[in-house]
C-alpha cells in the first residue's frame, strides 16, 4: 500500500511523457514528474521516493526529502495565510496546510512554528497540528529512568521547559536544570531523570544520578590538567560560572568533586580546587 506522508522504495515500470510511473510489490502505482526523475535509469530500477498530493489531489511522488513526514514534529516556516489557514514551507513544492482550528495561536507570515503532521481522514490530505501536545500521549511509557533520548523543545512554562521526547511522549525540564540557552524547535540529546505514576517525566540535558559521577570526575580531571592543576570554583561557586567552565550542573559539579576528594585526587581549599599529585 502506498501511504501518503512516507517514503517508499519501488520499481520503475514504464517511462510516459509526464514522467515514471513507479509500482510497489502489491502493483499500486504512482508517477514521478520529469522534474524529479534521476540522470540515469532503467526499467525495473528500484529508486527512492515520498508519496504526496500534488496540487490538483492526486498522489504523487518526488525524490525530495521533506522537512516532515507523517506522524512526526517539525519547526517549519509559515509562508502564507489565507481564508482557510496557513500554510507552512516543508521542503515540497505543495506547502503544507495548517486549518486555523488547529492553529495554537494564529500564525503569521514569517514566523516559524512546532507542529505535527498528520493525515486528515475526512480529506485523505496531509495537514499540521500546532496543538502538538495532543499528540503525546503518556499512557504507557517506552522510555525509563537513566536512558539517553531525543527531545525536541516545545514551550517555556513556569516551571520549564516542555519538551517532546522521541517524538512520542511529553518530559519537562526544570529551570534549575538549563545552563544553556534553548529555544522552541531546539533538538538535542537528553536524559529521562523520573517517571511518575500520574504518566509525568523529568528530564534533564545532563546524564541524571550516579551515572554521572564518573565521566563528570573525569572532565574535572582534565580541566586541572590543562589548567595547571587548578580550578577557581567551589561549592559556593554560581550554577552559571560552573556550567561556563564545566558545562554541568552545580550539583553535578559538587557530587563529581566529592567523588575526586574521597579518591584523594584532589585539595578543595576556599579559592578553589587544586590537582594532587601523584
Same mark, same amino acid.
Given at each position: 500500500?502506498?501511504?501518503?506522508?512516507?517514503?517508499?522504495?519501488?520499481?520503475? !515500470?514504464?517511462?510516459?511523457?509526464?514522467?515514471?510511473? #513507479? @509500482?510497489?510489490?502489491?502493483?499500486? %502505482? +504512482?508517477? $514521478?514528474?520529469?522534474?524529479?526523475?534521476?540522470?540515469?535509469?532503467?526499467?525495473?530500477?528500484?529508486?527512492?521516493?515520498?508519496?504526496?498530493?500534488?496540487?490538483?489531489?492526486?498522489?504523487?511522488?518526488?525524490?525530495?526529502?521533506?522537512?516532515?513526514?507523517?506522524?512526526?514534529?517539525?519547526?517549519?516556516?509559515?509562508?502564507?495565510?489565507?481564508?482557510?489557514?496557513?500554510?507552512?514551507?516543508?521542503?515540497?513544492?505543495?506547502?503544507?496546510?495548517?486549518?486555523?482550528?488547529?492553529?495554537?495561536?494564529?500564525?503569521?507570515?514569517?514566523?516559524?512554528?512546532?507542529?505535527?503532521?498528520?493525515?486528515?481522514?475526512?480529506?485523505?490530505?496531509?495537514?499540521?497540528?500546532?496543538? !502538538?501536545?495532543?499528540?503525546?500521549?503518556?499512557?504507557? #511509557? @517506552?522510555?525509563?529512568?537513566?536512558? %539517553? +533520548?531525543? $527531545?525536541?523543545?516545545?514551550?517555556?512554562?513556569?516551571?520549564?521547559?516542555?519538551?517532546?521526547?522521541?517524538?512520542?511522549?511529553?518530559?519537562?525540564?526544570?529551570?534549575?536544570?538549563?545552563?544553556?540557552?534553548?529555544?522552541?524547535g531546539d533538538e538535542m540529546r537528553g536524559f529521562i531523570t523520573k517517571t511518575?505514576?500520574?504518566?509525568?517525566?523529568?528530564?534533564?540535558?545532563?546524564?541524571?544520578?550516579?551515572?554521572?559521577?564518573?565521566?563528570?570526575?573525569?572532565?574535572?580531571?582534565?580541566?586541572?590538567k590543562k589548567n595547571e592543576g587548578y580550578l577557581n570554583l567551589t561549592d559556593?561557586?554560581?550554577?552559571?560560572?560552573?556550567?561556563?567552565?564545566?558545562?554541568?550542573?552545580?550539583?553535578?559539579?559538587?557530587?563529581?568533586?566529592?567523588? #575526586?576528594?574521597?579518591?584523594?585526587?584532589?585539595?578543595?581549599?576556599?579559592?578553589?580546587?587544586?590537582?594532587?599529585?601523584?
Amino acid at each position: 500500500m502506498l501511504r501518503i506522508g512516507e517514503n517508499h522504495t519501488l520499481n520503475i !515500470v514504464r517511462e510516459t511523457e509526464p514522467g515514471l510511473f #513507479l @509500482t510497489d510489490t502489491e502493483g499500486n %502505482e +504512482v508517477l $514521478l514528474p520529469n522534474k524529479y526523475i534521476p540522470e540515469t535509469f532503467e526499467i525495473g530500477d528500484e529508486i527512492e521516493v515520498f508519496i504526496y498530493l500534488d496540487h490538483e489531489e492526486r498522489p504523487v511522488a518526488t525524490t525530495l526529502e521533506p522537512l516532515v513526514k507523517l506522524d512526526e514534529f517539525a519547526f517549519l516556516k509559515c509562508v502564507e495565510v489565507t481564508e482557510f489557514g496557513a500554510f507552512l514551507d516543508w521542503g515540497l513544492e505543495k506547502h503544507l496546510f495548517v486549518p486555523f482550528k488547529e492553529q495554537a495561536y494564529p500564525m503569521k507570515k514569517g514566523g516559524r512554528y512546532l507542529i505535527f503532521c498528520y493525515l486528515d481522514e475526512e480529506t485523505d490530505r496531509l495537514v499540521a497540528s500546532s496543538k !502538538v501536545h495532543a499528540f503525546l500521549d503518556n499512557s504507557e #511509557l @517506552t522510555i525509563e529512568p537513566f536512558e %539517553e +533520548v531525543d $527531545l525536541i523543545i516545545s514551550n517555556k512554562s513556569d516551571l520549564g521547559y516542555n519538551v517532546i521526547i522521541n517524538q512520542l511522549h511529553l518530559g519537562l525540564i526544570y529551570h534549575d536544570d538549563v545552563f544553556q540557552e534553548i529555544n522552541v524547535g531546539d533538538e538535542m540529546r537528553g536524559f529521562i531523570t523520573k517517571t511518575r505514576p500520574d504518566g509525568k517525566i523529568d528530564v534533564s540535558l545532563q546524564r541524571p544520578g550516579y551515572r554521572s559521577i564518573e565521566p563528570n570526575a573525569e572532565l574535572i580531571l582534565d580541566k586541572l590538567k590543562k589548567n595547571e592543576g587548578y580550578l577557581n570554583l567551589t561549592d559556593k561557586s554560581s550554577p552559571e560560572a560552573i556550567h561556563s567552565q564545566l558545562g554541568i550542573s552545580k550539583k553535578s559539579f559538587k557530587r563529581a568533586a566529592g567523588n #575526586l576528594y574521597k579518591q584523594r585526587k584532589i585539595d578543595i581549599k576556599d579559592d578553589g580546587i587544586y590537582l594532587k599529585e601523584d
